[in-house]
């Protein structure tokens, strides 16, 4: 699809090197608009820091929008400033550029690495509430009219309800004054983080709420499941464009993760009983998700708009059944480094972006096994070391590294 010329709109994408941001920098110049990805490679760096990189080779910034620009003969502009400390920089590419939407992906995504030391949950704290602060302040400092997307995570919800479906961001409530009235209300969702990382999206909410009643900054807010796949239409055009696949213990998550341990041979490893249940996306969805926020901005009087951006839940165990079925890899039951409930359940609504279009796609096992391609491929790429999770979130708690095959596996 390709937009008309007056619905192409220039957009910044921070974080637009990271797993989610590339690909829809990749979409988003694919239908038309006017891309420019703002980065500060600080993902990279981790990678250095772990020494567990992605198990795809993922190109540098140069190759990978050289290659782009080949293939489709679209240019996306490239900036690597630091959107936490950088402020002034920031602020200067947004008067020269005047972009019309900023889609916020930049921050540390890791709730195990937010977990691994105090200087993590520092990092990940000053990283996160800066970065996006810096964003909002920046806006209203230029002087223009920019909608901003962020991209939040459905975790800040902790995992469970009441039994009833989680809203898509406000809760209507009902409060008894002192004089006995009973007066109606909406309220945020209340959140209830699980780690320092999920804290720090929590925080998000409330600078979106205040910038937005202050300076009618327009926003919309992305609740996003655990996204799992890895290829989009464009990734496949080039290898040079290929995205990043994270399996190692802080970075993978859940679905990728089990995939690639089938596809090396690695036990299929599951953290607790697998009782967690979980709100997924594949990333093919993600991209399109953000399109369809893009294009349907709210009102500047208009309060923070929030969607659930999720397209089905799982429970983990489940998960690792299938993955095992298709692939024939055996499940290993490890401890769990978090610190939560064994079991839970999860029912969430996600209406707005059906209404706005979003036809899902759901759990396949053509998509499954296209990931599990994909590892097999550059299974030689992998550092089986890296695959355990090492961060607890209590010194008590042990790695769930999985113990000897008879043991472990069931
Ligand atoms: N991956 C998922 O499953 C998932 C699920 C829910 C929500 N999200 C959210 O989506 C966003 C992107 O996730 P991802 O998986 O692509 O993460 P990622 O780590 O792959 O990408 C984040 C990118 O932001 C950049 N970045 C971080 N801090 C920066 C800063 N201060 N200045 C400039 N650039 C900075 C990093 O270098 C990286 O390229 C995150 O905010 C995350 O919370 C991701």
């Not at 402020?87 to 005047?98: H, R």
Request: aromatic fraction near 8%; include cysteine.
């Amino acid at each position: 699809m390709n937009l008309e010329k007056s619905q192409s709109k220039k957009i910044f994408v921070l974080g637009g090197d990271g797993f989610c941001g590339w690909p829809t920098s990749l979409h988003l110049s694919n239908i038309g608009h006017d891309v420019v990805i703002i980065d500060n490679l600080s993902r990279r760096n981790i990678d250095n820091e772990l020494e567990a990189g992605s198990l795809t080779p993922i190109q540098p910034m140069g190759t990978r929008l050289e290659a782009w620009e080949e293939n489709t003969g679209k240019k996306i502009g490239f900036y690597n400033i630091d959107i936490a400390e950088d402020y002034d920089q920031f602020l200067q590419v947004i008067q020269s550029e005047q972009p019309d939407a900023i889609v916020h992906f930049a921050e540390q995504r890791s709730a195990p690495y937010s977990m691994k030391s105090p200087k993590h949950k520092r990092y990940t704290v000053n990283n996160n509430l800066n970065a996006t602060h810096n964003v909002l302040c920046a806006i209203v400092d230029s002087g223009l009219d920019i909608h901003l997307v962020h991209l939040g995570t459905m975790g800040v919800y902790g995992y469970g309800t009441a039994g009833m479906k989680i809203p898509e961001g406000y809760l209507d409530v009902e409060v008894q004054t002192e004089s006995g009235d009973r007066v109606e209300q909406q309220i945020l969702y209340p959140t209830n983080p699980g780690s320092v990382y999920h804290m720090t999206k929590s925080q998000d909410q409330l600078l979106f709420q205040y910038y937005n009643k202050n300076d009618s900054v327009r926003i919309t807010d992305l609740h996003q499941g655990i996204v799992w796949g890895t290829n989009t239409e464009e990734t496949k055009m080039d290898e040079r464009l290929i995205n990043r696949f994270d399996y190692d213990g802080d970075y993978g998550t859940v679905l990728n993760r089990f995939l690639m341990q089938a596809a090396v041979g690695y036990p299929i490893t599951v953290h607790g009983t697998g009782g967690q249940t979980r709100a997924f996306i594949h990333i093919q969805d993600t991209v399109r998700c953000v399109e369809l926020a893009i294009a349907n901005a709210p009102a500047r009087e208009e309060r923070v708009m929030i969607f659930n951006q999720m397209t089905e839940t799982h429970r983990v165990n489940d998960l690792a059944q299938l993955v095992s079925k298709l692939t024939g890899g055996e499940i290993a039951y490890v401890s769990n480094p978090r610190k939560e409930a064994a079991k839970n359940d999860l029912h969430v609504k996600n209406d707005l972006f059906l209404s706005k279009g979003l036809n899902p796609t759901t759990l396949d096992n053509g998509l499954l096994q296209e990931v599990t391609e994909v590892a097999g491929k550059y299974a030689h790429r992998a550092d089986h070391s890296k695959i355990p999770a090492t961060s607890t979130w209590t010194k008590e708690q042990k790695p769930g590294v999985p113990e000897a095959k008879e043991e472990s596996s069931v």
